[in-house]
């Protein structure tokens, strides 16, 4: 039998934690690493582990990473503190731990709260890694999607786990503005460039793959509303990629007389 140890990373996740801890006891380890929360999120871990340390947030990955390393055991189920696995999904990993993994890693389909109700089940699921042999794997450096990357056999499991995130559009606005500025950044480091015409035409083109091709329209007016924020998202990377690149050669100053020329020092000597 395979050993087991699920890995949280929380703050302030008072409201979620209990439901996701509650669906993992079973689990041969459970370590919860808190980035000292101020409410009473590091109490209810302790009510199912006393495994919970305490560091400072490092930046999704590297916290995850982190927690990854704390754990005793060389197979890992990583979540995060709003997630849920399902009776059915609990079923095949146990099953799967019993039997021993035939992979280095496994996907698991995620269900989405949409702001008033759940995914209709019609609707085409993201697969994430989640359950892998940590020995083969550790998380990647995107500061905002931080994921795990393993090498070696990849398998799907086919129970859904729950993501109760988006409980509201004004949370899911202010998550995806704060996740278009932490992408910027990392594009300004891999020295990515920005087209200002990646916002006129790609964010149609994100609506149309999230309400169409992923059947988002089953959901309603959620998914209309839904699909309509991942699109404003794709415009924000792009624009606010182009916005930063802008300020390199204007400045920050609002006023004309005050931003550095844009002439070619061909122009600047006739123009003298």
Not at 182 to 198: C, F, I, S, Y
Request: one cysteine or more; glycine letters at 4%; hydrophobic letters at 40%.
């Amino acid at each position: 039998m395979t050993q087991l140890s699920v890995v949280v990373t929380t703050f302030n996740n008072e409201d979620t934690l209990r439901a996701c801890l509650d669906a993992v006891r079973w689990a041969d380890e459970i370590v919860v690493l808190d980035s000292h929360s101020t409410d009473a999120t590091r109490g209810i871990a302790a009510e199912y582990t006393d495994r919970v340390p305490q560091h400072e947030f490092l930046g999704y990955s590297k916290q995850k990473q982190m927690a990854i390393d704390l754990a005793s055991h060389d197979w890992v189920l990583l979540l995060d503190a709003d997630e849920v696995v399902s009776p059915e999904l609990q079923t095949e990993i146990q099953q799967l731990m019993q039997s021993g993994p035939t992979a280095d890693g496994y996907t698991l389909p995620r269900s989405e709260q949409l702001f008033w109700r759940m995914n209709h089940p019609a609707c085409r699921m993201n697969h994430f890694l989640r359950l892998f042999d940590r020995r083969k794997g550790q998380m990647n450096d995107i500061p905002v999607h931080a994921a795990p990357v393993v090498e070696g056999r990849i398998e799907r499991l086919q129970h859904v786990f729950y993501h109760f995130g988006e409980t509201d559009i004004d949370s899911k606005v202010h998550r995806l503005n704060w996740y278009s500025t932490g992408l910027v950044e990392d594009k300004v480091r891999r020295g990515k460039r920005a087209n200002p015409w990646t916002c006129v035409f790609y964010p149609p083109l994100v609506f149309f793959k999230s309400f169409i091709l992923k059947s988002n329209y089953r959901n309603g007016w959620a998914g209309f509303i839904g699909s309509a924020c991942m699109a404003f998202y794709a415009f924000l990377k792009y624009a606010k990629l182009y916005e930063h690149e802008e300020r390199q050669t204007y400045g920050d100053s609002l006023l004309p007389s005050a931003a550095p020329s844009r002439m070619t020092p061909h122009e600047t000597k006739h123009a003298a």
